[in-house]
């Protein structure tokens, strides 16, 4: 497994400032990794208000069951997340690991059960033992404190190259609020939620119906926009938690107030930076490519084009072989099924036209295009010409590094 | 670009009986390759029914559009084939060089425009230089031999490391007749067509609507059960042609006549002999892999459920791994979207059952497993156990040398 930072990292990490009523925490409970965190703990001084959004996959690991039965309560006390272990495909294992993780969490955080939330990330599959928290989660508590954010995205990781952090200041009605997220991704990333785990928190008073609305409302710009290789993980799950301790701020208890539009703002924005450093530490990724699909019959059908060519294993090997083989992105706009009229089409890399009406671009410099491609960040536009419906999605190259990550995970 | 022989090439290649009423002939006229032959000629001593199956691409390549026109009228006198250019996304230019082939084709042949076939392989959105026709195909009408099917399969190549070609035998009321076929394919290989050619001649007689009924029966089970990369071509082609050549054969204009059954099991098995062989020259493959899907709620929602295994990166790079990673097998099963239980799932590598009952088989052994693995042929088996759904998809595993051939495929 390679341990190389990814060409795309952040240059640095943003100052995390605190969140009034949280506070984290992380330990090395060994359940896969040697020499490294690998449990990590959101606690909340008062109960948070709390919103989710969870994998699609008709087999989703035990912690997505675990905290979908939880979520209509709205209540949230402690989070509770390891990585090494997905707790996934684990028949009545996987159930029992969660219970018996949930009431030694609930006991340590002083709660019920069903104001604990779980997620575990890493190998599918084999057992977890839930026993191993039994060591940490009491110190955890007791260690766990505000100023802690960037330690805590490191304990979440798995094939990640680099933690994942972001923050937003936003106002609500005068009264000035921070968001603060973390993530980690890397593999088995597309969308339908990326194989991602993110946990935003806030000191905003939001009622958790309208925090859920908020958060469902930035899924599609932001963890839905992104790919890595079309696989949809078993445990994709991003939670928010609202602490309600912005001094002075009255609970909002409907999304569609105006008083939220800075804050939805923020939230949305927050989302988007987590999912494309996601999709920056893409197992293997040396490019990071912007797929912008316009004049498509309608925004859906924008969204499966700009899809089809995001998830094509041609047009993802040309981009890593710096190729501006134009050609599979016209293969990828044809296979994607909806609407399409090959005379039409037009496709641009960068700001280079390099097809227009259903052939090559008579302008087009291959020589320009090529100074394009060696860029890190590539985009490419594919225009229909049929209609006004667009989308974008996010995506990175496929590598010869992605085989080689992939190809020896589990040994 | 790697030109090694792909490790699951055949050990080596049956007699081709000729055709009677078929000849074949090659050239090199330099489209894009030196030193090789790039044009391929079948042409009817006499005038042949004609079958047709194309790619379901939006953005279909000139000569698909070219053949589908042809295609009603039932008649074949001639077919094209030239390798290195696509002679796809190349606007009018395209017609225009599609046109200008099959004027001279009809030429050198003695029939009209509309029972010339036409197909081309190779790079996309490069105009094709019909001209180069010009110079070559008389000599190939004088020159076309019926002995010549190995080498006809070689013209037809792009990044196939071995032709491809197919024979079998069969009695229609009585008289013995022969069909011959060849492919190529490599990549951009997935179902709705793989990207592929295949060519089928028969000396039978069938009726023209009775041969395309015969041609579509097969194509679930042959060329459109294959994938190797999930990406449909702009120009999969498959054409049969039936001669009427056997002796005292009268011709059948009914596909469901009985004295057909022979004929149609033929056909069928040297469609899945020609479409195994492109999965077996995939591009970078060193395993084939067989997806087995039973228990499913239908045989769509199994043949959904067997393509999203057959097209996971996570899936093809463990195999490649050599991993018997199911989790990423469960992974799939759930992405696909179709009814899934998690806790009825069971799946084998080869006829070792790794998971069942929602969670890993307890008498599984991972050294038995891992000896599967590292074989050659693999099969992968989901029992969903809901249904009796099933279908069966062929593919091969994802390698660096995938990445390695189409990351500098154009240059």
Redesign the interface.
């Known amino acids: 497994m390679t341990t190389a930072l990814s060409p795309l990292a952040p240059k640095s990490y943003p100052p995390m400032p605190a969140i009034d009523g949280v506070r984290l925490a992380t330990a090395a409970a060994g359940i896969k990794y040697k020499n490294r965190t690998d449990v990590m703990m959101m606690v909340f001084d008062e109960k948070a208000a709390v919103a989710g959004l969870f994998?699609?996959?008709?087999?989703?690991s035990a912690p997505v069951d675990f905290c979908r039965a939880n979520l209509p309560s709205g209540k949230a006390k402690v989070l509770v997340v390891n990585s090494g272990n997905?707790n996934?495909?684990?028949?009545?294992?996987?159930a029992a690991a969660t219970s018996m993780t949930a009431k030694m969490a609930a006991e340590v955080a002083g709660c019920g059960e069903d104001e604990v939330y779980l997620a575990s990330t890493g190998?599918?599959?084999?057992?977890l033992d839930a026993s191993k928290f039994g060591g940490v989660l009491t110190g955890m508590a007791g260690e766990a404190k505000a100023d802690f954010w960037l330690e805590a995205a490191k304990a979440i990781m798995t094939t990640d190259t680099y933690p994942k952090v972001a923050t937003r200041g936003a106002e609500i009605d005068g009264v000035a609020v921070t968001l603060n997220g973390m993530a980690k991704g890397a593999?088995?990333i597309?969308p339908?939620m990326a194989t991602m785990l993110s946990f935003i928190a806030t000191d905003a008073a939001i009622a958790a119906p309208a925090l859920q609305a908020l958060l469902s409302e930035g899924v599609g710009q932001s963890f839905n926009a992104v790919t890595v290789?079309?696989?949809?993980?078993?445990s994709d799950t991003v939670l928010a938690f609202a602490t309600g301790k912005a001094p002075g701020q009255d609970e909002i208890a409907d999304a569609s107030d105006p008083r939220l539009d800075d804050f939805r703002a923020a939230l949305h924005a927050l989302m988007k930076d987590l999912a494309l450093q996601v999709v920056r530490d893409g197992e293997g990724a040396r490019k990071m490519v912007t797929v912008n699909v316009t004049g498509a019959e309608d925004d859906r059908a924008a969204n499966v084009i700009a899809r089809s060519i995001a998830?094509?294993?041609?047009v993802k090997?040309?981009v890593?072989?710096e190729?501006a083989?134009?050609?599979?992105v016209?293969?990828?706009?044809?296979?994607?099924?909806?609407?399409?009229d090959?005379?039409r089409?037009a496709i641009w890399f960068g700001d280079i036209r390099v097809?227009v009406?259903?052939?090559?671009d008579p302008d087009y410099s291959e020589a320009h295009t090529s100074a394009v491609m060696r860029e890190q960040d590539i985009t490419i536009r594919a225009d229909l010409g049929i209609g006004s419906g667009q989308a974008t999605v996010y995506t990175c190259d496929?590598?010869?590094e992605?085989?080689?990550i992939?190809?020896?995970?589990?040994?």
């Open positions: 994998t699609r996959s008709k087999c989703p997905a996934a495909f684990t028949g009545k294992k996987g190998v599918i599959g084999e057992p593999g088995m597309a339908d290789d079309s696989d949809t993980s078993t998830n094509s294993p041609l090997t040309a890593a072989g190729d083989n134009w050609g599979r016209v293969m990828a706009v044809g296979k994607a099924g909806e609407k399409a090959r005379d089409l097809a009406d259903g052939e090559r496929l590598t010869k992605y085989v080689a992939n190809g020896d995970y589990r040994s």
